[in-house]
């Protein structure tokens, strides 16, 4: 005589977060995003090596210009921030800002930040929060750093500005904002694109290569050559306007400024619109 068998019933799955525990806030996701952060050990060491590199680049090119007999005029522009160390600057902020979140996407953390925050649009922006301010404290130092360098190089040479003088803001606040601005641009392209080799390349392309492809002779490639990030610190780092004989069409100085806000606010709305409309 057989015993009939009671159903089986499916076990209970644990939800994945307590009901009586609060959601995350935006300010623990900005401090989970800068444990994860600081817990990379090559970040600091390549943060202070990119900075180290941009300051000496400064150094090297006073140097250089002071024994070539350049006027005084020429080493606010073109020695206390050579373009030589601030497009290696804009390079490796871009592709560092991608691989912020790029390695997440190629490791799987991403689908455990998902789970704990189901908001990922919000995980984006904490993302960007703590960009921004480790990029800016970054740029601050390059800038600043570059300034202080060429100057004491500059000593005894009549060729010195102080830090008070009228034409030192513009090029500082420009030179300490690109590389966030570059760290942001890259960030919202790895959400896009969520490759490493995709990503990197597409932010380099973007930044420093696409820029060079068009000239100021005409107003449509002009244009278009304003637009990009590059160009506008070049306009911004320039110390007075170009004389009447010039030839070119020049950026204006509030348009570059425009150039600075709308890549990375463009970028990120991409990025956080983006990641809200499909799967991990």
Request: glycine share 8%; with cysteine; charged share 10%.
């Amino acid at each position: 005589m057989t015993q009939a068998l009671a159903p089986l019933t499916p076990l209970a799955t644990p939800p994945a977060t307590s009901p009586d525990e609060p959601p995350a806030r935006f300010l623990d996701l900005i401090a989970s995003e800068w444990i994860k952060t600081r817990s990379l050990r090559s970040t600091p060491w390549a943060l202070a090596l990119i900075t180290l590199f941009v300051i000496g680049s400064a150094a090297v090119a006073t140097l250089a210009d002071k024994a070539a007999g350049s006027e005084p005029a020429d080493f606010l522009a073109y020695d206390a921030y050579p373009a030589t160390g601030y497009m290696t600057l804009t390079l490796v902020a871009g592709s560092m800002g991608a691989l912020t979140v790029v390695n997440e996407y190629g490791s799987g953390l991403i689908r455990t930040t998902t789970v704990a925050v189901p908001d990922r649009g919000a995980v984006v922006l904490a993302k960007a929060v703590v960009t921004a301010a480790l990029w800016t404290t970054v740029g601050t130092a390059a800038s600043l750093g570059s300034f202080l360098v060429s100057q004491a190089v500059l000593q005894g040479h009549d060729a010195g500005v102080a830090l008070t003088h009228p034409d030192v803001l513009r090029p500082l606040l420009a030179s300490a904002l690109l590389a966030p601005v570059c760290a942001l641009v890259g960030l919202g392209f790895g959400v896009l694109l969520r490759h490493t080799a995709g990503t990197v390349l597409t932010s380099v392309f973007t930044l420093l290569m696409l820029p060079t492809m068009f000239s100021e002779s005409n107003r449509w490639s002009a244009d278009v050559r304003h637009a990009m990030v590059s160009a506008a610190w070049t306009r911004l780092v320039r110390i007075g306007e170009p004389g009447p004989g010039s030839l070119g069409y020049t950026a204006t100085l509030p348009g570059s400024w425009i150039v600075y806000a709308l890549w990375p606010l463009a970028t990120l709305a991409l990025a956080v619109a983006a990641v809200r409309h499909r799967d991990v």
